[in-house]
């Protein structure tokens, strides 16, 4: 192939890929827990049951106007090669909050009439509806602001049909 000196484009490009960065978006509510030299959990479509670690080493001070978010970057070691440029990843940063929490079941959570509710169990002939008040809800876990004692049964399955069944 002819290469000519007005050409613009790149002939090939060289990637050191033993040490990747990954790229995530924190949303509005989130950005004051996000700090430099947090530990992150990467996985990918890819390896879908492998975990990758990494560190947070940039914040960045703008708000993404597409994305709503702000950019945090995560840098990590690929020694094994499996991290690719321009992959999908999901990035999980940990933090501690000061506060103790009851935590259930996300799937316990009914939401009807613009509240939460969850159905607590005191015995086969007393199943009470209760509201309650979500503070955060992580994957699979919800975390309960007020409303829910500590040792308090809440029924995970099929919570929508007895819920239902009390409610009508």
Do not use: C, H
Not at 21 to 49: F, R
């Amino acid at each position: 192939m002819l290469l000519r000196n007005d050409r613009s484009e790149n002939i090939f490009d060289i990637a050191e890929i033993n040490e990747v960065w990954a790229m995530a978006n924190v949303n509005e509510s989130d950005i004051n827990k996000v700090k430099l030299g947090q530990d992150a959990s990467i996985t990918t479509l890819s390896y879908p049951d492998k975990v990758f670690k990494g560190k947070v080493d940039k914040i960045f001070n703008v708000i993404d106007p597409l994305t709503k978010a702000m950019n945090a970057r995560v840098k990590l070691q690929n020694s094994d090669f499996l991290l690719k440029p321009d992959m999908n990843a999901s990035i999980k940063l940990s933090f501690n909050e000061k506060a103790s929490m009851i935590a259930v079941p996300s799937s316990a959570i009914i939401f009807d009439k613009s509240k939460n509710f969850v159905m607590i169990f005191k015995d086969r002939n007393n199943i009470e509806t209760r509201a309650v008040e979500v503070y955060r809800q992580v994957g699979d876990i919800t975390y309960i602001a007020s409303g829910l004692k500590e040792n308090e049964k809440v029924i995970t399955t099929n919570e929508l049909f007895i819920y239902d069944a009390l409610n009508d």
